[in-house]
């Protein structure tokens, strides 16, 4: 795999400007993505709670049934991480350290997949988009979810676009679902 730079790891395959429950199997399809790994934190739902949101288990119930769907969290918290996944009835795994590999390796393998058919989907440029994109994933960023407008978080990935544009990532939205 040729060496790629920074900015161009930074760089989505799919920017939303949306949360993850506006993405339709429609345009998975049209990628030709067959399985799907999942950020937790701020994409399912805000970092602090335990409960899915029921657009989310919604979207979740309609698209796994299309695709084998892992949950790939940096979060330490097992209780909380497996509580989601019960309920969504989706394997999970936590700790994954992202940008690290292993984890999302793992969750890949599991499918039996090639990296290029499996969204990495997350709310975060310098975790979730960095390791999809070094491992050769289609990658998608949506807007996270936050339950306070003034989260303590979003500072973070402000800094983040700002030092993705400072290393020459456009971060350029992707047309609207539809097209």
Known sequence: MATRSLAALLQPDLILETTIEQLPLSLLAKYQLRGMV?????????TWDAEVPPNILAWLQEIKHQMPIWLVSNNLNHRRIE???QQVELPFL??????SRRKIRQAVQAMNLPYNQVAMVGDRLFTDILVGNRL?????????????????????????FWLARQ?????????SPEN
């Open 38 to 46: 999942l950020d937790v934190d701020d994409t399912l739902l805000p």
């Open 83 to 85: 509580r989601i996944a």
């Open 94 to 99: 936590m700790g994954a350290g992202k940008p």
């Open 136 to 160: 050769g994933m289609f990658t998608i960023l949506v807007q996270p979810i936050i339950s306070r407008r003034f989260d303590g978080k979003s500072w973070v990935r402000n800094l983040e």
């Open 167 to 175: 290393l020459g990532t456009p971060l350029a939205i992707a047309p």
